[in-house]
């Protein structure tokens, strides 16, 4: 399988706990999205990669968030002290420039 | 700030019917827009990608078409079938990064 591949799919979690989650993006695509879903609502935009450069972070990305794509190959996205609030589904997408967004399935978080 | 509105929110048909969901955005200054379709607890997958300067796109039984000085959407789907059940989702992409902003979704079940 060549898609978009994201892990852990599902994390359960302390409050105040740090957490990180991986996307594995299609391999040739150069651009690298983040987005966070919550329950009876579209995913919303945190961050996107161009290559290896985060070019864009949304207001929704506290500085409690952090996201990497070292090399322009996989991302992590990183919450320090986690909250309840960010208790939702993260997705990944890939894209060769603005061409189709590849969905990964998303990591379910739970913050207790 | 794009907002994006779709309509309508839940959708009940018998299976055999043709049927065209609405989406409507704020902001016509859009790259591309693509509709996804979800299932319940799953990632999104793309279902049709239209560029700013198309009308419209067809791909088997669906059919998108874009009125972008309008602000508006539309996606068709002909002859539905039980499999077609999920929700979907309209994306208009930004210019600057092609970020997606997303709507609510509509909610659609055929029924046997």
């Known amino acids: 399988d060549t898609g978009v591949s994201q892990n852990p799919r599902h994390k359960i979690t302390k409050r105040g706990q740090n957490v990180t989650f991986r996307c594995d993006p299609i391999?040739?695509?150069?651009?690298l999205y983040w987005y966070r879903q919550t329950l009876g609502q579209g995913p919303e935009f945190l961050t996107y990669?161009?290559?290896?450069?985060?070019?864009?972070k949304s207001r929704l990305l506290s500085d409690r968030f952090s996201a990497e794509r070292p090399k322009g190959s996989f991302s992590t996205l990183e919450i320090q002290r986690t909250e309840q609030g960010d208790s939702a589904m993260y997705l990944c997408?890939?894209?060769?420039?603005?061409?189709?967004?590849?969905f990964g399935p998303g990591t379910r978080l739970l913050v207790l | 700030k794009q907002e994006v509105t779709q309509i309508p929110a839940a959708l009940s048909v018998p299976e055999g019917e043709n049927l065209v969901l609405n989406c409507s955005f704020t902001?016509?200054?859009?790259?591309?827009l693509q509709w996804f379709r979800q299932d319940p607890g799953k990632g999104l997958t793309s279902l049709l990608l239209?560029?700013?300067?198309?009308r419209e796109q067809t791909s088997g039984r669906l059919n998108a078409s874009l009125d972008k000085s309008s602000g508006r959407s539309t996606l068709y789907i002909a002859a539905s079938q039980p499999g077609d059940s999920a929700t979907y989702l309209c994306?208009?992409?930004?210019?600057?990064?092609?970020?997606?902003?997303f709507g609510k979704g509509t909610s659609l079940l055929v029924t046997p």
């Open positions: 997408a890939s894209s060769l420039g603005g061409k189709t967004q590849y």
């Open positions: 391999s040739e695509h150069n651009r």
């Open positions: 990669f161009q290559n290896e450069a985060q070019l864009e």
């Open positions: 902001d016509s200054a859009i790259y591309n």
């Open positions: 239209i560029q700013s300067s198309q």
């Open positions: 994306a208009p992409g930004r210019n600057s990064g092609y970020a997606l902003n």
